[in-house]
């Protein structure tokens, strides 16, 4: 009887261990496009992502670099005071994304351009993303916002 009861509790937990490996598998499974690294124009300069990998990027808008094309295309560079990535974006912005402002983009970086599917701005006057702080503060640009 013992050894009855034992077999059927060693089963259970080794169904129970199978299923969470399955769960964690298909959580990992369903997540992979859904995960996008962030990067600062430094970074990608230095190695640059391949043209498959989606990934974020963020900065500022370059002073002067902001150009809007026909319809609705728009190019810009980004930049954490090291270097500076061209970015082309085709969509509509966000009503606070201007140049000296700070953004995040995702999208891919192929032959030397980002091309952005979304672009981010950031909400108000003193919001900006912690990695592009971080990113700013690493070049040593980054400015305190006045209270």
Do not use: C, W
């Not at 080794?14 to 600062?40: C, P």
């Not at 370059?62 to 990535?85: H, P, Y």
């Not at 402002?101 to 979304?118: K, W």
Request: a negative charge.
């Amino acid at each position: 009887m013992k050894s009855l009861k034992k077999q059927r509790r060693i089963q259970l937990i080794a169904v129970a261990v199978v299923a969470l490996i399955g769960s964690t598998a298909l959580i990992g499974y369903g997540m992979r496009d859904g995960i996008n690294f962030f990067r600062a124009p430094s970074q990608v300069m230095a190695e640059p992502p391949a043209p498959s990998e989606v990934f974020r990027i963020g900065g500022l808008v370059e002073e002067g670099t902001l150009k809007r094309g026909q319809g609705e295309q728009i190019s810009f560079s980004v930049t954490d005071g090291g270097a500076s990535v061209p970015v082309v974006f085709t969509g509509v912005l966000p009503d606070l994304f201007g140049e000296n402002e700070g953004m995040v983009g995702t999208g891919r970086y192929i032959n030397g351009v980002f091309e952005a599917t979304e672009i981010l701005a950031k909400h108000d006057e003193t919001y900006m993303p912690k990695e592009v702080v971080d990113a700013l503060k690493a070049q040593g640009v980054y400015k305190e916002p006045d209270s």
